[in-house]
Nanobody
Framework: VQLVESGGGLVQPGGSLRLSCASD????????MGWSRQAPGKTREFVAT????????KYADSVKGRFTVSRDNSANIVYLQMNSVNTEDTGTYYC?????????????????WGQGTQVTVSS
């Protein structure tokens, strides 16, 4: 399973960005998917997750109400819409495929990871 993130870049505080995660296989449609991020000097942390149907989602408290995770199973793509970003959202964002079809927030719950896309929030 190969996951490729895109959409990262430089954005001003208060701005928006949409990240995409594309897979080379349709099997991701059967599994939960998640986004995590790693800031410089910090450990990777959970950001958002979505179940295989797209009906159930879960977010880290730090992004709740600002970020939205969604998926298009027909295209094997998962999205992370980031609104009202701030400097603490800076980091490398990774998408990952869960071991199960459900939402999961633990790093150990994910089996396959992408290479990441850099998001920098700065004025």
């Amino acid at each position: 399973v190969q996951l490729v993130e895109s959409g990262g870049g430089l954005v001003q505080p208060g701005g928006s960005l949409r990240l995409s995660c594309a897979s080379d296989t349709r099997t991701i449609s059967l599994f939960g998917m998640g986004w995590s991020r790693q800031a410089p000097g910090k450990t990777r942390e959970f950001v958002a997750t979505i179940d295989w149907t797209g009906a159930n989602t879960k977010y880290a408290d730090s992004v709740k109400g600002r970020f939205t995770v969604s998926r298009d199973n027909s295209a094997n793509i998962v999205y992370l819409q980031m609104n009202s970003v701030n400097t603490e959202d800076t980091g490398t964002y990774y998408c990952a495929r869960a071991r199960v079809p459900h939402v999961r927030s633990g790093q150990e719950d994910y089996l396959y990871w992408g290479q990441g896309t850099q998001v920098t929030v700065s004025s």
